[in-house]
Nanobody
């Protein structure tokens, strides 16, 4: 059974940075598309970004230029570096494991991802 565990969340000031980590266990996910999503209170879970096995990345417009996704397949980990944080980035952040192909599915849709972590809270103060 695949388990994903996020860490690195916390409180940051506007303009600051945080780095989230997602550690996978159970099996290697080096061939899977890995996604980051977030959910603010009262809002739907939304796509933040994704990374595939050849390190191609995709980002939501709201975070493009500020957030960077990376992965270390040797450690079975995925990271989300968040810079220039804004109060509207406040949310619970989740990592998720998707398919081993980018064809035939929407990598931005939460429903398409099979495995999810428990989430980590990020709060950005103004």
């Amino acid at each position: 059974q695949v388990q994903l565990v996020e860490s690195g969340g916390g409180l940051a000031q506007a303009g600051g940075s945080l780095r989230l980590s997602c550690a996978a266990s159970g099996r290697t996910l080096s061939s899977n598309v890995m996604g980051w999503f977030r959910q603010a209170p009262g809002k739907e879970r939304e796509f933040v970004g994704s990374i595939n096995w050849i390190l191609n990345t995709d980002y939501a417009d709201s975070v493009k230029g500020r957030f960077t996704i990376s992965r270390d397949n040797a450690k079975n980990k995925v990271y989300l570096q968040m810079n220039s944080l804004k109060p509207e980035d406040t949310a619970v952040y989740y990592c998720a494991a998707g398919r081993t192909t980018t064809r035939g599915w929407d990598t931005k849709a939460p429903s398409e991802y099979e495995y999810w972590g428990q989430g980590t809270q990020v709060t950005v103060s103004s």
